[in-house]
């Protein structure tokens, strides 16, 4: 029985059916990359997953507790434990990066202004973004965001985190840059689920794929299955077949 439990979950957006009985299992402590086609709906389904969209019909499990049944009120001792790595980093613009991981911990802590800012130089520090405390997020790159993103999203210490196709757009080295991130809270314990099309990476942080198509899972299978198998939907979708 998986950590995250995604059981026939069925979506529409205005007459489009995208989601027609999805379901899945995320197991405590491994990575599943969830893949498919641009429109497919993986995004939702990652939201879904934090109580950011509810679904027409099925169930969103999270350690036993029913996310899709959650008042906004309830939702947020599920949002300490599972931190979303938004796309471009969802970064507040008028904050310095400083206050962008400081604003959290504020939140959702009893930690001093003086265990705040450790707390925080270490977190820059780890992931390489040291001395740009009081830089404000416009004036850093694209993959400098994505890294103070995934540093704010994971300074509560979450059991999960889903990351939303975080190598989008960037250069070969930042994209080497946040996958050794990801391998580095991989060998944490932590769980994690990873939406992208970056198929490379996906083989170097996942333990499992499952492919999104046609409004539900159509397959799945472990890194190793897949790169043995001669001819499969996974493998095929890597190497930019038509399925």
Same mark, same amino acid.
């Given at each position: 029985?998986?950590?995250?439990?995604?059981?026939?979950?069925?979506?529409?957006?205005?007459?489009?059916?995208?989601?027609?009985?999805?379901?899945?299992?995320?197991?405590?402590?491994?990575?599943?990359?969830?893949?498919?086609?641009?429109?497919?709906?993986?995004?939702?389904?990652?939201?879904?997953?934090?109580?950011?969209?509810?679904?027409?019909?099925?169930?969103?499990?999270? $350690?036993?507790?029913?996310?899709?049944?959650? @008042?906004?009120?309830?939702?947020?001792? %599920?949002?300490?434990? +599972?931190?979303? !790595? #938004?796309?471009?980093?969802?970064?507040?613009?008028?904050?310095?990066?400083?206050?962008?991981?400081?604003?959290?911990?504020?939140?959702?802590?009893?930690?001093?202004?003086?265990?705040?800012?450790?707390?925080?130089?270490?977190?820059?520090?780890?992931?390489?973004?040291?001395?740009?405390?009081?830089?404000?997020?416009?004036?850093?790159?694209?993959?400098?965001?994505?890294?103070?993103?995934?540093?704010?999203?994971?300074?509560?210490?979450?059991?999960?985190?889903?990351?939303?196709?975080?190598?989008?757009?960037?250069?070969?080295?930042?994209?080497?840059?946040?996958? $050794?991130?990801?391998?580095?809270?991989?060998? @944490?314990?932590?769980?994690?689920?990873? %939406?992208?099309?970056? +198929?490379?990476? !996906? #083989?170097?942080?996942?333990?499992?794929?499952?492919?999104?198509?046609?409004?539900?899972?159509?397959?799945?299978?472990?890194?190793?299955?897949?790169?043995?198998?001669?001819?499969?939907?996974?493998?095929?979708?890597?190497?930019?077949?038509?399925?």
């Amino acid at each position: 029985m998986g950590l995250i439990q995604i059981r026939d979950f069925q979506k529409s957006f205005g007459t489009k059916k995208v989601h027609q009985g999805v379901s899945f299992d995320v197991r405590k402590g491994e990575c599943l990359g969830l893949i498919g086609g641009s429109g497919t709906g993986k995004s939702v389904l990652l939201r879904s997953m934090i109580g950011l969209e509810r679904p027409d019909a099925g169930e969103v499990i999270f $350690d036993g507790i029913p996310v899709h049944e959650l @008042t906004e009120r309830q939702l947020i001792d %599920v949002r300490k434990r +599972m931190a979303y !790595a #938004f796309q471009g980093g969802a970064l507040f613009d008028s904050m310095t990066v400083f206050d962008n991981l400081a604003y959290p911990l504020r939140e959702h802590t009893q930690m001093t202004e003086i265990e705040i800012s450790k707390k925080i130089k270490a977190q820059l520090a780890e992931f390489g973004l040291q001395g740009n405390e009081e830089v404000y997020p416009g004036n850093l790159s694209g993959g400098m965001q994505k890294r103070v993103g995934l540093a704010r999203s994971i300074i509560l210490g979450p059991e999960v985190i889903l990351y939303d196709e975080p190598t989008a757009g960037l250069d070969p080295f930042n994209t080497r840059k946040i996958q $050794d991130m990801v391998l580095r809270l991989k060998s @944490t314990g932590v769980t994690a689920v990873l %939406v992208t099309h970056d +198929m490379p990476f !996906a #083989f170097a942080v996942c333990d499992r794929i499952a492919m999104l198509m046609n409004g539900r899972i159509r397959a799945s299978g472990t890194v190793d299955e897949i790169e043995q198998q001669d001819s499969n939907l996974i493998g095929k979708f890597a190497q930019g077949e038509m399925i």
